[in-house]
């Protein structure tokens, strides 16, 4: 067991477990700060996603800069339970942890409900194309959708638009915003 350090907001420098799981590999400090900072350091009254959450390090960041809830999605129960863990030792009160099948849950959740939408699945899975449709729905307009892949991504759907995207190592982080058609 390792653990990943919350690189900003009000936990900065806390420490979250990190499991010794086949296909868990944290977010790199690297592409956590250049997300955040696409973003902008403060995300007080944003509710965020952050499915396929794992150890947790991006739905923490995104609470720690002030997100009012953070939903996190994890299939694997050890995980949840150190998500859960993790959420009581930082009294993160606007931290829930759902155990069960992302794309499910997505599935059933109400449209636009989310200002931020985080998808980090396995790098040897083949979910990034249904987390990415399944997620699509729930981004609010002028909201966010972020994806972390092994490969870049040209995927494109109405709503979206490309804003960034970053390679770093074998991470290929990406960013879009979901717009107005009508505006642009």
């Not at 955040?36 to 959450?53: C, K, P, T, Y």
């Not at 947790?56 to 998500?83: H, I």
């Not at 990415?132 to 981004?139: D, S």
């Not at 002028?142 to 991470?171: D, I, K, T």
Request: charge should be neutral; aromatic fraction near 8%; charged fraction near 20%.
């Amino acid at each position: 067991m390792g653990d990943v350090r919350l690189i900003g907001g009000q936990w900065k420098r806390s420490k979250l477990p990190v499991a010794d799981r086949p296909g868990l590999r944290p977010t790199p400090d690297r592409v956590r700060e250049t997300l955040f900072n696409w973003l902008g350091q403060d995300l007080s009254d944003w509710q965020v996603l952050d499915a396929f959450a794992g150890s947790g390090a991006l739905g923490f960041e995104a609470a720690s800069r002030g997100a009012c809830r953070v939903v996190m999605l994890e299939a694997d129960p050890a995980l949840a339970r150190s998500l859960l863990g993790s959420a009581q030792r930082l009294h993160a009160a606007m931290v829930t942890v759902h155990h069960g099948d992302a794309l499910a849950w997505m599935g059933r959740c109400a449209a636009r409900s989310f200002d931020l939408v985080l998808l980090d699945p396995p790098f040897d899975s083949p979910l990034f194309e249904p987390a990415w449709q399944a997620a699509i729905p729930l981004v609010r307009e002028g909201g966010w959708l972020y994806l972390e892949a092994p490969a870049q991504w040209a995927l494109e759907a109405a709503g979206l638009r490309l804003h960034r995207h970053l390679r770093a190592g074998a991470v290929h982080a990406h960013l879009w915003k979901c717009v107005n058609e009508s505006a642009t």
